[in-house]
């Protein structure tokens, strides 16, 4: 794994703005905050605080990793923007993480068998997982679904994670889902070859849909 010792990874898809250092399959340091709508302010501060604190140089990073949706559409290209600009500083490559899975990861414990995210009114972002390693897959593509499709389509008895979707909630028991770069960082690590993108000029973010994520 020594084509990637060093991952710098970046979340800003939703209201979490964030930046890890990723050595060795081992999240050194993160720096995050809800930052709703402050992704462009907040993300260089970050960055200058994460280099500063654990002394790297750009040139020691082996690939920087990303959060790539579905999530707001202006989150995702600050962030995206803000990868590519460092990656292209020094030829890097890019890891774009799926925000699904990065979501998943972060509950592996649970070992979800689907993921909902957010988008607006009662839209949600909704895909099927299953898991090789300890590692979240993507069973199909996402979809768009209301909320009473997922509630009528979809067994509750299933293992489900949600992100950002507390006022659609009644009496469903979902796994409060967390966003991180901590995560987008490890999986970026551990699936390296699966997502790294060596020539990311065109690399674009995966909206799904026109649809923001909202708080």
Same mark, same amino acid.
């Given at each position: ?13 939703? /209201? ?9 399959? !081992? ?16 993300? $260089? *501060? ?16 082996? %690939?920087? %990793?990303?959060?790539?949706? #579905? ?12 990868? +590519?600009?460092? %990656?292209?500083?020094?030829?890097? $490559?890019?890891? #774009?993480? #799926? ?6 990861? /972060?509950?592996? !414990?649970?070992? $979800? ?10 839209? *949600? ?5 299953? &898991?090789?390693?300890?590692? $979240? ?9 209301? &909320?009473?499709?997922?509630? /009528? ?5 299933? *293992? ?11 009496? !469903?028991?979902?796994?409060?889902? +967390?966003? @991180? @770069? @901590? @995560? ?14 060596? !020539? #990311?000029?065109?690399? *674009?973010?995966n909206y799904v849909s026109p649809f923001?994520?909202?708080?």
């Open positions: 794994m020594n084509n990637k010792k060093n991952i710098l990874s970046i979340e800003t898809s939703s /209201n979490i703005c964030g930046i890890s250092f990723i050595s060795n399959g !081992e999240c050194i340091k993160t720096i995050e905050e809800d930052s709703d709508r402050k992704h462009v302010e907040k993300i $260089p *501060v970050f960055f200058q605080e994460i280099q500063k604190e654990i002394g790297f140089k750009l040139s020691e990073i082996s %690939a920087i %990793a990303v959060s790539n949706g #579905p999530g707001s559409f202006t989150g995702l290209r600050i962030g995206l923007s803000f990868a +590519k600009g460092l %990656a292209f500083s020094h030829n890097l $490559p890019i890891v #774009p993480i #799926p925000t699904m899975m990065s979501l998943a990861f /972060n509950c592996r !414990e649970s070992k $979800p068998d689907i993921g909902l995210i957010h988008s607006h009114g009662e839209k *949600v972002f909704f895909q099927k997982i299953y &898991w090789e390693s300890n590692l $979240p897959q993507s069973s199909k593509e996402i979809m768009v679904l209301s &909320w009473s499709e997922f509630l /009528n389509k979809y067994s509750t008895s299933k *293992v489900t994670f949600h992100a950002n979707c507390n006022d659609l909630l009644k009496d !469903e028991d979902l796994i409060d889902a +967390k966003l @991180s @770069s @901590s @995560s987008v960082g490890m999986l970026a690590y551990f699936m390296f070859e699966k997502y790294v993108e060596y !020539e #990311p000029q065109n690399l *674009v973010s923001n994520i909202n708080k």
